[in-house]
């Protein structure tokens, strides 16, 4: 079955930078598009990051552009998302998803959160 597990969050200081990462199984990680989303609760889930197929095509979010950068290796069937300059409005749930056959998969998340 399809698993996502997302790893790499925590505590960190605005300004402060965290590398998360998304292990996949169960499916043919190469032919798919990956997104990162988070989420606050009480609040609708935010979409994050894109990354193609290949990695070659990616697109972000204006809230975090400039700071954050989607990554993969195919090889390894693994996202990664490097966050740079971290601001206390960064923090939620940051979640990895696959979508295919009319089904949206979702990993558990990693909680970041962004405080002094």
């Known amino acids: 079955q399809v698993q996502l597990v997302e790893s790499g969050g925590g505590l960190v200081q605005p300004g402060g930078s965290l590398r998360l990462s998304c292990e996949a199984s169960g499916f043919t990680f190469s032919r798919y598009a990956l997104n990162w989303y988070r989420q606050v609760p009480g609040k609708d889930s935010e979409w994050v990051a894109r990354?193609?197929?290949?990695?070659?095509?990616?697109d972000y979010a204006d809230s975090v552009k400039g700071r954050f950068t989607v990554s993969r290796d195919n090889a390894k069937n693994q996202l990664y998302l490097q966050m740079n300059s971290l601001k206390p409005e960064d923090t939620a749930m940051y979640l990895c998803?696959?979508?295919?056959?009319?089904?949206?998969?979702w990993g558990q998340g990693t909680q970041v959160i962004v405080s002094s």
């Open positions: 990354i193609s197929m290949a990695g070659r095509i990616t």
């Open positions: 998803t696959v979508s295919f056959g009319g089904v949206i998969y």
